[in-house]
């Protein structure tokens, strides 16, 4: 039997939700065959976010299939793997650790046990990243659920005035905050969104694989649609957010150890549920390099 054969049957079941399947079947630390891959991809495009359960990823497996989606993204300085973990010194560049654990007072990762916000991974770059992988290894007995969001969905259900108001406008994505709202090192508070820095992408955007329209929103903080009195750009981005935000475009993500979650930062965004501190929770995460943004 060649390598890249599995032998279960994949299988792809929705959640149910506005967004979201799972993939049963598939063992992902083995090889996967062109055909397999190519049902997961379109699995990704009508779904959005794909859910691996049961799986059993070291940083060179995550890394691996993570490579299937894209070009690997470097992580961002000071967040990568400790290379004390005896861990791949490749890994160090391209896995990223989200936790609350401490140790010796330190942090070993990003976020904490606080809520976040709804996002979209990085998106104040100049080229926002195709997709983020996040594999649990510790969960907290409660909380820390991950929700995403539909933005194609969104989009579709937009009131025909907003939509109209939205259509052809870019927005700037603040650089300055983390999807927590605190300012990374280096940056301050502008009080005019006007001066907001980061990257300046169409307010709808349109998908590169399957052609959709959706919001790109990026973040609320310091957004700023361009060429807009900085009071009608608020007007319109509270009432964007506000629509983009319905719990009916939402799905949670309950996590367990060994569930590896795929989205696409294209056309959906996530938050997550504050948690017990006193708990762990440790997660190894990839993101994948992406294309210019595309007006709708
Ligand atoms: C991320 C993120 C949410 C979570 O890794 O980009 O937003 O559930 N994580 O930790
Ligand atoms: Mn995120």
């Known amino acids: 039997m060649p390598l890249d054969s599995q032998t279960t049957a994949l299988w792809i079941q929705p959640t149910g939700g506005p967004l979201g399947a799972d993939v049963y079947g598939i063992d992902l630390c083995r090889d996967i ?31 691996r299939f993570s490579r299937m989606w894209g070009e690997l993204d470097r992580v961002p300085l000071g967040t990568g793997v400790e290379k004390v973990n005896g861990v791949a010194a490749s890994a160090v560049d391209w896995v990223t650790v989200i936790s609350n654990v401490k140790v010796g007072g330190k942090p070993i ?5 606080y809520e976040s916000v709804w ?10 990243p195709r997709a983020s992988l996040l594999y649990a290894i510790e969960c907290p007995p409660a909380g ?19 939509k109209k108001a939205a259509e052809g406008k870019t ?46 929103l990026g973040r ?19 009432a964007l957010w506000a629509h983009a935000s319905q719990p009916k475009f939402a799905w949670y993500q ?5 569930d590896l979650m795929l989205w696409d930062n294209r056309c959906s965004m996530h938050r997550r549920d504050a948690f017990d501190e006193t708990a762990r929770r440790v997660m190894h995460r ?11």
């Open 33 to 63: 065959a062109p055909s397999t891959f190519a049902t997961l991809a379109d699995a990704w495009a009508r779904h959005l976010v794909l859910r691996f359960s049961g799986q059993r990823l070291d940083d060179d497996g995550l890394m």
């Open 109 to 113: 990762g990003g976020l904490g046990s």
């Open 119 to 128: 996002h979209t991974d990085m998106s104040y770059n100049p080229l926002p």
């Open 144 to 162: 820390g659920d991950t929700g995403f969001s539909n933005m194609e969905l969104a989009y579709d259900a937009l009131p025909a005035d907003l």
């Open 171 to 216: 927005c700037t994505h603040d650089s300055s905050r983390n999807s927590a709202g605190e300012f990374r090192r280096g940056f301050k508070a502008v009080s005019d969104p006007r001066e907001t820095p980061g990257a300046v992408h169409p307010l709808v955007r349109k998908h590169p694989v399957t052609g959709r329209k959706s919001l790109f």
């Open 220 to 238: 609320r903080v310091g957004a700023y649609v361009q060429g807009l009195a900085v009071d009608d750009s608020e007007a319109l981005l509270n």
């Open 254 to 258: 309950r996590w367990r150890i060994g």
């Open 286 to 296: 990839t993101q994948i390099v992406g294309e210019p943004v595309m007006a709708a």
